[in-house]
């Protein structure tokens, strides 16, 4: 992690701080670890740190964007890339745009990610709707998606593990 106030402690994941930070600071350091958690090569071993990375990222949003996660057959991370941002309350999603992302990084396996402005991570019935509808694209072309996942203050909600997937 690059930054001008903060250099590695002698303990590994520790940091010291060379001067007053403000919680503005704090946040941009957060989600810059967060990215790094989230980097090329990375396996996708624990959903629950996955989540916490992902909250950390994209709960501050004013608007809600929607990010892929892209996955090689192992599942291990491609990368992490925002593809739509919209208002307080949706994103216009095009699959055709998905698709093409998916392609263009040669992803085995996705993850749909999106935040929720209001905090609450309560999947609606479009959000459902998405799901199918970019799963069902994304199999036309040999991509699995494994997971779809909304970002709230109030914490994360998997598709998947609601059985919508």
Do not use: W
Not at 40 to 64: C, D, M, N
Not at 72 to 79: A, Y
Not at 84 to 100: I, N
């Amino acid at each position: 992690m690059k930054y001008h106030k903060l250099r590695a402690g002698e303990d590994t994941g520790t940091y010291l701080m060379e001067a007053p930070v403000t919680e503005a600071d704090i946040l941009r350091m957060a989600q810059q670890l967060a990215m790094s958690r989230l980097s090329k090569g990375r396996a996708l071993t624990e959903p629950k740190q996955v989540f916490s990375h992902l909250q950390t990222l994209l709960q501050y949003h004013e608007h809600e964007v929607f990010a892929l996660l892209l996955l090689d057959t192992k599942h291990r991370i491609i990368g992490f890339q925002e593809l739509f941002r919209g208002t307080l309350d949706g994103a216009s999603v095009y699959p055709r745009e998905v698709v093409k992302i998916a392609l263009e990084h040669n992803a085995a396996a996705v993850i749909l990610v999106h935040n929720h402005p209001s905090g609450d991570p309560e999947p609606s019935q479009a959000d459902r709707t998405l799901t199918t509808t970019l799963k069902n694209a994304l199999n036309m072309i040999g991509t699995q998606t494994l997971d779809h996942i909304v970002v709230g203050h109030e914490g994360c909600v998997s598709l998947a593990e609601r059985g919508y997937l």
